[in-house]
C-alpha cells in the first residue's frame, strides 16, 4: 500500500504543477538566502579573526620600553610579568640593526628562539638554529641567495633556513638565534621585546594594569581587534539571523497557503478515494507525502545552488553592500547541511497543519466550508483571536507599566499573531460594511463582485495575511532602521563634544591622574584644548517627600567653570519639570544598601541650568564636589589643531596607558554609516526575496481560486455579462484582497512600530520611497496578473468552460 500512496500522492503533485511549483520555487529561494546569509556571516567572522591573527599573531599584549629609553629589560623584570597570573605562554626578543651581506646593508633583526608565538608574530616554520637565519623574501632577492646559501652578518657566516613572505607594509627583517643577539646588548638587558598570551577568559587590560605596577615607563601594547569592526560584525550577525527568522515564517505561511488550496482542489479526488475505501490516514499519509516531496525538492536544491553560487554571492555583496570580505576556501559542507535541514524541519512543521485538517474533515465539509456567506460556524476562531490578542494587550500594558522586558516583549508578539488571526474576520467585515453603505449605487457588476467575495474570505485568509504580513516587514523594518540610523547619528554626533575621545576601559580600576594626564596632553602642539568627565553616579534629589533620580558626573568643561564645589548644573529639562531654577537649594541623597533606603547625604546648590544638558537626569559637578565619589576618568575629550597629527601623538601616550581607547567622530560616523548601509543593503534583498515568495504564493493561490470558478464565469457570459465585465470582476476581487492585505498590513507595521518604541521614545523616521514601492509593486503585479487570467478566461469557449468544474 505505501507504493500505491507514493505514486498516487505523486500522480495528484503532477495534476497541480502550477501550485506546486510556486512552493517549491518559495521554499527554494528562502533556503539559498537563509544558507547564503548565515554561511556569510560565520564566514566573514572566522575571515577576519584569521585576517587579525594572521597580521599579529598569536600574542595578546606586547611589553617593551619606548625608542631611546635609558631603562632595559632585565631577566628579573621579564620574569616577574611572566609569572602574572592570566599569562599562558610568553616570549622574548632581541632586536637591533645589524649588517648584512658584501653591501654591509643595516636590516632590522630580530633575535629569538623558537616557539609558537615568534613563529605566529614572524611567520616562520623552521627551527632556529645558531647556525641559521632567516629572511624575508624582499631580503633575500636583494641579497640575491636561496635557501640553504649563505650569509654573513657582523662577521658571521649563517645559512638560509627559511625565506619567509612579505607581510603588507613590513621591512626588510632578518630572524637569527637568541644568542647571536646577546653581544649587540646593553648591560643587564635580557629582552627589548616580550611577547604574552593570555589564557582562555583572561582580562587583557587587568594584566596591562598590573604590568604598568611593575614599572610604569614600560609601553604596552594590546595586540586588540578594532571595537567598532567587531561590535559592527556583532550587530550584522544579530540582524541576519532576525531576517533569517522572517524569511522562514513567511515562506512557511505561503506554502501552508498553497497546500490549504492544493486540499480544497483536491476534494473531487478525495471524495472518490474515501468512497473505494481510503481511510483518513491514508489520506493523511497522501497530503503528507506531498508536502515532503515539496519540502525536500526546495530545500535540497535550494542548499545546492548556495553552494555552487556562494562565492559569487559572497563577492556580490563585498562589491555592493561593502561588506567585509570572506575567505577564499567557503566549503564548509557540515555548516550548510544543517542549516538546509534546519529549514527542511521548520517548513515540514507547518506542512503537517493541512495534513492534519485532511484527516479531521470530510471532503465535503471542505468545499462547503470555503463557500459560507458568514462566519457563524467559527465563532470559536474569532473569539481566539481576539482573545490572543487582548492577552498580548495585557501582558504589553503590565510590562509597559513596569518596564519588565520578559513580559512588554512576549505581550507584543502575542498581540502580533492575535491580531493576524483576527484580521479575516475584519476582511470580512469591511467588505460586509462596503456592500451595505455604497452597495449598488458601485454598478451590478461590482456589487456582485463584492457578494461572491464573502465565501471566499475564509480560503483567502493565509493570503491577506502573508500580505499584511509582508507589508508590516517593509513598514517596520525600514522605518526601524532609518530611525535607528538617524539616532544613531544624532548620538555620536552628541557622545563626541570633540573630534577626538579617549575612552578609559579600566573604569573605576583605573589609577589615572587626569590632572597629569591633562597637563601631558596639552604638551602637544596638535591639541588645542582637553576636557574630561568621570564616572557616572547615582544620587536623588528629595523634593517634597518625592525621591527625583539623578545621575551626577564630574567634568573639566565649560560647562562647569565658575561653579562651586556645593554647586550642580541641572538639565533645562529637569528644572521645568520639578519648577527649579537657577539659586535654589535642594537636599541630595543616596540609596543606602545596608538600610535599603535614600539616605540624605547634604544640601547643595542649583549653580545654572543649562539647555545643553540632553538627558533630564543628567547632572554635572566639579571635579572637587563632595558628591563625587569616584575620581576616576572615564572620557577625555580632545580639540586638536591637526587631527591626524593629533591621532599620532595620542599612540605615544597610548603606549603609557593602555586602557586608554583612541575613536574619533570622523571614523565613528564612517563606521556608522557602513554599517547602516550593510544592514540596509541586506534588509532590501530579503525583502526583495520575500515579496517574491509572497507574491508568488499568493497570486498562485487567488489565480488557482479564480480558475476554480470558471463555470461561474461561463454563466455569468451566457447572461450577457461581457469579457470586460469578466477581466473588471476579476480584478476588483484580487486588487481588493491584495489593498485590503496592503492597508492591513502597513497599519499593523506602524502600530508595532509604535508600541516597540513607546518603552524608550524617540523621534520616527519614515523610508516612505520604500514603503510605497512595496506596496505599488504588489498592486501592479496584482492587477497584470488578474488582467492576463481574466483574458485567458474569456477568450476560452463557453460551452468547454461550462464542463469546467475547479479545474
Known amino acids: 500500500m505505501r507504493k500505491t500512496l507514493w505514486g498516487m500522492a505523486l500522480r495528484l503533485l503532477k495534476a497541480n504543477r502550477l501550485l506546486i511549483l510556486f512552493s517549491t520555487i518559495s521554499i527554494l529561494c528562502s ?50 610579568i611572566v609569572s602574572l597570573p592570566g599569562v599562558e605562554e610568553s616570549a622574548y626578543v632581541l632586536s637591533r640593526f645589524l649588517h648584512i651581506g658584501e653591501s654591509n646593508m643595516p636590516v632590522w633583526t630580530i633575535g629569538t628562539t623558537s616557539n609558537d608565538l615568534t613563529r605566529s608574530t614572524y611567520k616562520f ?28 652578518i657582523e662577521g658571521m657566516v649563517l645559512r638560509v633556513s627559511e625565506i619567509t613572505e612579505d607581510l603588507q607594509g613590513s621591512v626588510s627583517i632578518a630572524v637569527i638565534h637568541y644568542d647571536h643577539m646577546q653581544p649587540f646588548t646593553e648591560k643587564g638587558e635580557y629582552a627589548n621585546g616580550l611577547m604574552i598570551k593570555l589564557a ?82 491514508q489520506i493523511g499519509q497522501i497530503m503528507l507525502v506531498q508536502s515532503f516531496v515539496i519540502n525536500l525538492v526546495g530545500t535540497v536544491f535550494g542548499g545546492g545552488a548556495s553552494v555552487l553560487a556562494m562565492n559569487d554571492l559572497f563577492r556580490l555583496a563585498e562589491r555592493v553592500f561593502h561588506m567585509p570580505a570572506t575567505t577564499e576556501n567557503l566549503s564548509n559542507m557540515p555548516v550548510v547541511l544543517i542549516i538546509v535541514a534546519a529549514c527542511f524541519l521548520i517548513f515540514q512543521i507547518f506542512m503537517i497543519i493541512p495534513a492534519y485538517r485532511s484527516t479531521r474533515i470530510l471532503p465535503l465539509e471542505i468545499a462547503e466550508e470555503n463557500e459560507r456567506l458568514d462566519f457563524k460556524h467559527k465563532k470559536k476562531h474569532k473569539l481566539r483571536g481576539l482573545g490572543t490578542a487582548l492577552t498580548g494587550s495585557a ?297 517574491g515568495c509572497s507574491m508568488a504564493g499568493v497570486l498562485s493561490g487567488l489565480m488557482n481560486q479564480v480558475m476554480s470558478k470558471r463555470k461561474e464565469f461561463a454563466v455569468l457570459r451566457t447572461v450577457g455579462v461581457s469579457p470586460a465585465g469578466i477581466v473588471c470582476n476579476i480584478l476588483v476581487q484580487v486588487c481588493l484582497y491584495v489593498g485590503l492585505g496592503i492597508v492591513c498590513g502597513s497599519i499593523l507595521g506602524v502600530i508595532v512600530l509604535v508600541l516597540v518604541i513607546a518603552l524608550d521614545p524617540t523621534p520616527i523616521t519614515f523610508h516612505f520611497p520604500t514603503i510605497g514601492l512595496t506596496g505599488i509593486g504588489m498592486l501592479l503585479l496584482t492587477v497584470a496578473t488578474s488582467a492576463i487570467t481574466g483574458r485567458h478566461i474569456t477568450s476560452r469557449n463557453i460551452l468547454q468552460e461550462m464542463m469546467m468544474d475547479g479545474k
Open 31 to 80: 533556503t539559498l538566502l537563509i544558507s547564503t546569509m548565515l554561511m556569510y556571516t560565520l564566514n566573514a567572522q572566522r575571515t577576519m579573526e584569521q585576517s587579525f591573527r594572521e597580521m599579529f599573531g598569536e600574542a595578546d599584549i606586547m611589553v617593551s620600553y619606548p625608542p631611546a629609553h635609558p631603562d632595559v629589560l632585565t631577566k628579573e623584570k621579564a620574569e616577574r
Open 125 to 152: 616554520t623552521s627551527e632556529i638554529t645558531p647556525s641559521t637565519i632567516i629572511l624575508n623574501e624582499e631580503l633575500a632577492q636583494y641579497l640575491n641567495v636561496a635557501i640553504d646559501d649563505e650569509v654573513v
Open 200 to 281: 582562555k577568559g583572561a582580562n587583557a587590560l587587568s594584566v596591562a594594569q598590573k604590568i604598568r605596577e611593575i614599572d610604569d615607563q614600560l609601553r604596552i601594547d594590546l595586540v586588540e581587534q578594532n571595537e567598532l569592526v567587531a561590535s559592527n560584525m556583532r550587530t550584522l550577525h544579530t540582524f541576519i539571523i532576525m531576517m533569517s527568522l522572517l524569511v522562514l515564517v513567511i515562506t512557511s505561511l505561503l506554502v501552508l497557503s498553497n497546500l490549504e488550496i492544493l486540499l480544497y482542489k483536491l476534494r473531487n479526488q478525495i471524495v472518490i478515494l474515501r468512497s473505494i475505501g481510503a481511510t483518513t490516514r
Open 395 to 691: 501582558l504589553y500594558l503590565f510590562g509597559y507599566i513596569d518596564e519588565n522586558y520578559v513580559l512588554f516583549f512576549p505581550g507584543l508578539f502575542i498581540l502580533f499573531i492575535g491580531s493576524l488571526l483576527f484580521m479575516p474576520y475584519v476582511i470580512e467585515k469591511v467588505i460586509h460594511g462596503t456592500l451595505k453603505v455604497v452597495g449598488r449605487r458601485l454598478g451590478r457588476h461590482v456589487y456582485l463582485t463584492f457578494k461572491n467575495m464573502l465565501p471566499q474570505v475564509r480560503r483567502n485568509a493565509f493570503a491577506v495575511i502573508s500580505i499584511s504580513l509582508t507589508l508590516t516587514i517593509a513598514v517596520f523594518g525600514t522605518t526601524l532602521l532609518s530611525t535607528l540610523d538617524a539616532n544613531n547619528l544624532r548620538s555620536l554626533k552628541e557622545r563626541y563634544e570633540k573630534p577626538i575621545m579617549l575612552y578609559n576601559r579600566l573604569g573605576s580600576e583605573s589609577t589615572l591622574d587626569h590632572h597629569l594626564l591633562r597637563e601631558t596632553l596639552l604638551k602637544f602642539d596638535s591639541i588645542r584644548d582637553v576636557q574630561y568627565e568621570g564616572a557616572l553616579l547615582h544620587n536623588y534629589i528629595l523634593l517634597n517627600d518625592a525621591e527625583i533620580k539623578i545621575t551626577p558626573v564630574a567634568v573639566h568643561s565649560p560647562l562647569t567653570e565658575g561653579l562651586k564645589d556645593d554647586e550642580l548644573v541641572i538639565s533645562e529639562k529637569l528644572a521645568a519639570q520639578y519648577h527649579l531654577q537657577a539659586g535654589d537649594e535642594i537636599l541630595i541623597g543616596y540609596r543606602d544598601a545596608e538600610h535599603q533606603d535614600v539616605l540624605p547625604t547634604g544640601i547643595y546648590r542649583i549653580g545654572r541650568v543649562s539647555e545643553a544638558l540632553n538627558q533630564s537626569d543628567y547632572t554635572l559637578m566639579t571635579w572637587s564636589n563632595p558628591l563625587n565619589t569616584k575620581s576616576t576618568v572615564t572620557r577625555i575629550y580632545i580639540d586638536t589643531e591637526d587631527e591626524q597629527q593629533a591621532l599620532a601623538d595620542l599612540e605615544t601616550v597610548r603606549e603609557k596607558y593602555p586602557e586608554l581607547q583612541i575613536t574619533t567622530l570622523s571614523e565613528a560616523l564612517e563606521q556608522a554609516r557602513a554599517g547602516f548601509v550593510q544592514r540596509w543593503g541586506i534588509f532590501i534583498a530579503v525583502l526583495s526575496v520575500i515579496i
